[in-house]
């Protein structure tokens, strides 16, 4: 794997990792959710800690989704680097196919997230403009590379 590839799927791990640290981990810190309940539900005229009630099990099924699209992307990394070539760039790509739906939706519904709607669907949208330099260099003996 080339260390532009390597980059861009880190930066998508960091990326849900972030995701499942605000949505289950500091959702109901109160300065996170004042930045985010405005964003998400502009016209919404609950008390502020109501909404947080209401969706602290959601944001929690949320986080937990995140961190597991984390640690399938660190699988991913691994695989690759210790030889299992074909089942890492399989899950890898499956992790870039999903943060390249999950951006979209998030920039179709919402204001919240927009860096990281960003920050998911600009590295997923470039690794298939690699694919050549990674076929490249898988075809020169260095799969682990």
């Not at 861009?8 to 109160?30: K, S």
């Not at 800690?49 to 209401?54: S, Y």
Request: aromatic share 8%.
């Amino acid at each position: 794997m080339t260390n532009a590839a390597r980059l861009l799927t880190c930066i998508m791990i960091a990326t849900y990792f972030g995701f499942f640290m605000v949505e289950a981990v500091l959702w109901t810190v109160p300065w996170v959710n004042a930045i985010l309940l405005p964003q998400l539900n502009p016209d919404l005229r609950y008390a502020p800690h109501m909404q947080v009630e209401i969706l602290r099990a959601l944001f929690l099924n949320q986080g937990a989704y995140n961190l597991l699209l984390a640690v399938g992307g660190l699988l991913g990394l691994r695989l690759w680097a210790h030889g299992d070539v074909r089942a890492g760039r399989i899950l890898l790509r499956f992790i870039a196919l999903f943060a390249i739906g999950a951006a979209i939706t998030l920039l179709a519904t919402t204001h919240a997230y927009l860096l990281g709607a960003v920050q998911l669907l600009v590295p997923a949208a470039l690794l298939p403009l690699l694919r050549r330099e990674l076929a490249t260099s898988c075809a020169a003996g260095s799969p682990a590379e």
